[in-house]
Structure formats: structure tokens, C-alpha cells
């Protein structure tokens, strides 16, 4: 006989994975500035600023759809997001480096520690283990 398992709600997510989970949306809103910003300053031309902008657009509607994964205890969010991670890190030494990139690198590296943190594992293989993959309601988290 299976054991019961509580519904996943915003109350029995830990707090490190949900902070986590901020910081990963906070990261994807504050990217989508940059290429606006470029544009205005005119340190882009159109066309690179949209041809980015498009790119960039595809990453932050991954890394968001992710980030509420990870608080439905999705195994796969957390695996999205950590090659994303891997990829910001590694696109950081072929940009401009401003205070709005130097923020969105502080909080991915962030979001990314929290979300492999002792007790965000825990719910994780928790939520994955109980055989009920069905994703919890939005109104739920």
C-alpha cells in the first residue's frame, strides 16, 4: 500500500526552493530589459537587438515555465534550469558587462544554489517519488 501523499501546495514548499524560484523568475524579467536598453542607449542596431531579443525571448519563456516547475517539484525544471545556468555563466565573458547583466548573473548563480539546496532535493525526490507527476493547480502554489 502506497503512503499518503499531502497536495503540493505553496505551503509545503520550502522556503529555499520557492526563494529559489523567485530569484529564477526575477533573473528572466530583468533579461528581457537589457536588449531595451540597448536600444535606446544605441549601443545595438535593430537588427541585432531584435535578432537577440527573439533568442532571448525563446531562453526566458523556458526559464520561466522552469522556474514554476520547480515548485511543483518537477525533477526536469530543476535539470532546465541548471544547463541554463551553465549557459549564462559561459555567455557572460562574450557580452557587455553592466550592472543590469552583473544582476541577472548574481541572481541565476543564486537561484541555482537554492534549488540543489538540502531541503530543496528533498522535495524534489519527494514530489517525484510518490508516483503522482501530475502537475498541482496554479491556484495551489
Known sequence: MAHPV?????SNVPKVLRT???????SAILACIQ???FLVT???????VLVGGLFLLLFTVVQIRA???LLRGQLWARVVLSILAVLAI???????LTPLTVTVLILTIAGSVLMW?????GYMRQCGSSGDQAPARE???
Open 42 to 48: 544605441r549601443e545595438a542596431s535593430v537588427l541585432v
Open 6 to 10: 499531502a497536495p503540493r501546495t505553496a
Open 117 to 121: 539546496m538540502p531541503a530543496s532535493t
Open 35 to 37: 536588449p531595451v536598453i
Open 20 to 26: 529559489a524560484s523567485y530569484l529564477w523568475l526575477a
Open 90 to 96: 559561459g555567455g557572460v565573458f562574450s557580452i557587455v
Open 139 to 141: 491556484s495551489q502554489l
Open 67 to 69: 522556474a514554476l516547475g
